[in-house]
Structure formats: C-alpha cells, structure tokens
C-alpha cells in the first residue's frame, strides 16, 4: 500500500509539472524507482519483468542460427554488467544498434544478429534525467533515462524519417520503447530493449564515449 501511495503521489506530481506533449516531465522529492513507474505504461511494465526472457530466447535463436557473437563481447552477454563503473553522465557519445534473435512471425532468413554502424547520439541533462537522442539511419530513438538505484530506465519513442514530430511515451504503443542502461566497461554501456514491436527478440544500443 505504502509503495502505491508513493506512485500515486509521483505521478501527480510529474502530471502537475510537465507541458502538454513532453514526457521528460520533471518531478519534486520522491523515491527514485517511483519515478519511471509512475510514467511506464502496464504493456512496458510486462515487457520489463520479461528482459530475462528476451535474452534467453535472442540467444537460442543466434545459437540455432550459428551466429558468432564474440566479437561484440560483453555486449551480447546478459550478466555482464559491472557494478563498479559508473552510470553515464550528460554528453556526446557514439551509438550504435544490435538486433539479436526473430521477432515472432518473421522470417528466419533474416539474419539472426544484425548489427549497425556507429554514430552520433548525445546525452542531456534535464533536471534529474537525461534526454536520449540517436538518429539512427531512418529511426531517430529519442526518451528519457531515469533513475532506477543502480541502473537507469529508459522510456522513449521511436521517430520515422520524415514525419513532423515525435510521438511522445505513451501516445503510441507500436513507438513506445522500453530498456534497462547498465554500464559494462570504462566508457561502454548498453540499453537492453525486450521485445522491440517490430523487429528480434532484443534490441541492444550500445554507448561508448567520445
């Protein structure tokens, strides 16, 4: 009860505090992990409790397919995050995005682990968050990192080249995007998205500095 009260509460506050249209909505003294649940929606909380699922499946699917993932290194383990390091800080970075394991229905022809190019993406302060945005190809991945104790919880959307504007989290189920960032290395994390809507089991961004 104490902990819904405290969910409640931080969603009043955030609805309080933000414009219409912006998700990166700024929030008063709460619980840290009471933030992003009171913004994530219930399709996203299920996908979430399912990360561990999506990297088991994402790994069948590259073994069945004969794939060599060892030269993405910890990467494309799922334990291997470290502890020690820190968490990223606002910036400029390079991105880039992996596709592990098929998407249900789609064909397996399709290559099992698709891997993309490196490029820009950047990182910025917004009170207690940071705003994420990689244009990456014809996709622009752009959202919200909040913080969740040790990790951080990405919330985000999906913008297609060409259109007008970005959908905001939650607007549109189909952009909606969900990951968990976790630091692996000196100058290297990852957010780790289940079940992306339209393509593999798991999605991977990997962060590297400079």
Known sequence: MRRAVAALLAAAVLLAGCSKGD?????????????????????DRGRLARLSDAWMQAQADVAAAGADVGVLGALAVPGARDSTRQLPTAGAYRCRIV??????????NVPAVQVG??????????????RFDFPAGVQ???????????????????????????????????????????????GQWRIAMPWPRWTARLTLIELRAG
């Open 117 to 130: 190019d490196f490029g820009p993406c950047t990182l910025a302060a917004d009170g207690t968050l940071l």
């Open 23 to 43: 998700d990166l909505r700024r929030y008063a003294v709460v619980r840290r992990a009471d933030v992003w649940q009171a913004v994530i929606t219930d399709a």
């Open 140 to 186: 622009r991945h752009v959202g919200a990192l909040y913080p969740d104790i040790d990790r951080l919880i990405y919330l985000g959307s999906v913008q297609l080249a060409g259109e007008p504007r970005r959908r905001p989290y939650g607007e549109d189920r189909d952009r909606d995007q969900l990951g968990v960032l976790e630091p692996l290395a000196p």
């Open 99 to 108: 596709h592990m394991g098929w998407r249900q229905g789609q064909p397996q």
